[in-house]
């Protein structure tokens, strides 16, 4: 297997359960305690009402395409195979949106308000990226 070549994310104490759900085939999201909102990106405090009891579910991997362009000059030369990819913001059934790929259909299959669901792209052993394909 070749080695991948793009950058990695570098999982932090607190988004570390986010990373290893995703190794595990789940999406987890942070849920505050306090006021019962999901929370993404991982972080320590909700940035609703500023608690610091979140807790971490497993959602549904359900939502929908909020908004997307598609990319057709790599910034990073790592990118230069993938050339016309999908880049989006898709809006999580729980509530949060998470900025992401869509995968496993072209760029003229795609369009805003397409039901979406999580695919798990396992980069590495130890590493797997949250993607979107339809769903
Ligand atoms: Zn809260």
């Not at 910034?75 to 913001?89: K, S």
Request: glycine share 4%; hydrophobic share 35%; aromatic share 10%.
């Amino acid at each position: 297997m070749a080695e991948y070549q793009k950058p990695l994310p570098a999982p932090s104490e607190v988004s570390r359960p986010f990373w290893d759900g995703l190794t595990a085939g789940e999406l987890r999201l942070q849920k505050c305690e306090e006021c019962r909102r999901h929370i993404f990106y991982p972080r320590s405090l909700c940035p609703h009402c500023l608690s610091q009891r979140l807790g971490w579910v497993k959602a549904s991997g359900r939502g929908t395409l909020y908004s997307y362009t598609v990319v057709r000059r790599a910034m990073n030369p790592a990118f230069q195979t993938d050339v016309p990819y999908v880049f989006a913001i898709v809006q999580l059934q729980e509530g949060p949106r998470v900025t992401t790929n869509v995968v496993n259909c072209t760029p003229e299959d795609v369009q805003v308000d397409m039901p979406v669901k999580a695919f798990y792209d396992n980069i590495t052993p130890e590493m797997t990226l949250l993607k979107f394909e339809p769903a």
